[in-house]
């Protein structure tokens, strides 16, 4: 059973920049698992943000964004806002299947 | 501007077979550049992929080894819309289920795949 791993939690401050990262148990993360990264806030629907590894949305704003780091790939938020505080999910293709992380709960303290 | 528009049932009985219904409105399910995707949600699960159907030249479908045995995803032409069917339904089967497309395209000379739109959400509750 293929699992992909991301950091349960995160905070960070107003302003600051983090990383979350997405895991495949299968071994290093590349292009071809068309890494996908969602936003979601409590009652709503997932919402694309980066699809493809580091392709934005036009709605995504400038401070997303995505890549491939150390085998994993990497959702970035730089200048983080208020607003960013959220559960963000990773999703990765596996040759017919998709799988999601388990999600990280960002919290903007 | 592409919209998923989800129907069926809240409720159900153990036993029974779940049935959900994504209307698709600003893109044809036939198309060759999209599959079209039921995902769930529950807060012991998170997020988990339950299959999808798709059209290239014939129909395809994949599904999730985890409900494999008890999961169909039908396209409906006539009516633009694709649907979820899973059966023996158990109160595990609890969650918020979701429609969603994929879209593939080009970025940047490459193939790229994004997840756009979604369905509002469907809560089913699986109860005696």
């Known amino acids: 059973q293929t699992v992909v791993t991301q950091e349960p939690s995160l905070t960070v401050s107003p302003g600051g920049t983090v990383t979350l990262t997405c895991a495949s148990s299968t071994g290093a993360v590349t292009s071809g698992y068309y890494p996908n990264w969602f936003q979601q806030k409590p009652g709503q629907a997932p919402r694309a943000l980066i699809y493809s590894t580091s392709n934005k949305h036009s709605w995504t704003p400038a401070r997303f964004s995505g890549s491939l780091l150390g085998g994993k790939a990497a959702l970035t938020l730089s200048g983080v806002q208020p607003e960013d505080e959220a559960e963000y999910y990773c999703?990765?293709?596996?040759?017919?299947?998709?799988?999601f992380g388990g999600g990280t709960k960002l919290t903007v303290l | 501007q592409v919209q998923l528009q989800q129907s069926g049932p809240g409720l159900m009985k153990p036993s029974q077979t779940l049935s959900l219904t994504c209307a698709i409105s600003?893109?044809?399910?036939?198309?060759?550049?999209?599959?079209w995707h039921w995902v769930r949600q529950s807060p012991s699960r998170g997020l988990e992929w339950l299959g999808r159907t798709y059209y290239r030249s014939k129909w395809y479908t994949g599904y999730a080894v985890s409900v494999k045995s008890r999961i169909s995803i039908n396209p409906d032409t006539s009516k633009n819309q694709f649907s979820l069917q899973l059966s023996s339904v158990t109160p595990e089967d609890t969650a918020v289920y979701y429609c969603?497309?994929?879209?593939?395209?080009?970025?940047?000379?490459?193939?790229?795949?994004?997840?756009?739109?979604w369905g509002q959400g469907t809560l089913v509750t699986v109860s005696s």
């Open positions: 600003g893109d044809s399910v036939s198309t060759n550049s999209a599959a």
């Open positions: 969603a497309r994929e879209k593939e395209g080009y970025c940047s000379s490459s193939s790229c795949v994004w997840f756009d739109p």
């Open positions: 999703l990765l293709y596996y040759g017919g299947d998709w799988v």
